[in-house]
């Protein structure tokens, strides 16, 4: 397969459909969060099911991966990827027929299967697809375009509630998915050839079993969720913390999430500007210092703040900068840590985060309910301190491996 070198307006279509329906995917997620109070109180419940509604869908996220990275393997990448973008759009829909909170999680669930498609299959092609510093800066800017959901997700979200019911977001998602689905039919490129790779469950589950004794990959795949977790978890419990605690109203509480995400984009940008100037993961390694000023942050606001939200918002912010320095960069040092086919690699890959992810959020949840915003500040700083533990040795294994790599191409030439 050839790679790209560069993007033009004939192969920029498939990013841009790709980053479409990854819109779709996360802003099911973060425009439904500010109607999660009506959604409760619409069922019956009480709030504690505001935060599970996210666990569900990234739950959801981790259930097909091992089956839809190796299947992308045998048939293709293209069909895998338009099956999944109309599974999706189906799932938004059928939440016209949600009658109580049981059969809602349902659908959370089953919308969350759309994240298996953008990492084990659309993620993996892009890595396929371009060389690796184009690979890393298309993947960032790609999140830049997506981070647009959680940005406008809250401020849309707290703005529809106000006029519509909840439902109508999951239309309006729907109709979004499929405009993706039309640009990525045109567009998609099939990066695989389907003679090359068999549907053999033997060697699938070997391969899955050599990922899991690779530590590399191990510790390269779990420094992703671990990075990204403190966001995670304010994405989670920002409704409650905002709108239940401080007293917020829901536009508020939506204008509020503008600068966490303005800061994660920020740091994407960063690095495309500098990836083609630093060995790549010198980046991750700028990351840690915003994110350990963040958890400072956060502390001192829940210890010594009569008005701790706003330090929390400042420090999520440092952290999230961090994290769009160093996401794309951990993604593909995992993504490369195995020589196992990629879609099985993306897929082993999406499995572990998403099920870190929800493990963690449920942890977090129940660190602030126990005890607060202190609970919440502990928590953080627990997943920052394991970051910073498994990053400082698989990056820098990373980087000695590139470095090598390179010295032994040059005495080659």
Known sequence: MQKLLVLTPANLLFPLALVLFE?????????????????????????????SALTAFLLGGA????????WSDHIGRRP????????????????????????????????????????????ATIQEAYVENTAVKVTALMANVALIAPLVGPVAGAALIQVWPWRVSFMLIAACASLSFVGLWLAMPETVSRSRQSMSWPKIGRDYLALLRNRRFLASTLCIPLLALPLMGWIALSPVMLIERAGMSVLEYGLWQIPVFCSLIAGNLFLVRFADHWPLGHSVRLGRAPLLAGVAMLFVGCLLSAAPHYFMIAGICLMAFGEGLAFAVLYRFALTASRVAQGTVAAALTMLSLLTYALGVEIIKQAYLRAGFAGYAVAVLCCATLFLLLSRRTVGAAMAERRSAAWLADEAG
């Open 80 to 123: 895998v990827m338009l099956g999944g973008v109309v599974f999706f759009i189906l799932s938004c829909v059928a939440t016209l027929w949600a009658h109580d909170i049981f059969s809602f999680m349902l659908l959370r669930l089953l919308q969350g299967m759309g994240l298996c498609f953008i990492s084990a299959v659309g993620y």
């Open 23 to 51: 819109f779709s995917v996360y802003i099911a997620n973060d425009m439904i969060q500010p109607g999660m109070l009506a959604v409760v109180r619409e069922f019956g419940v009480d709030a504690s099911w505001v935060p």
């Open 63 to 70: 259930l097909l991966p091992w089956l839809v990275g190796p």
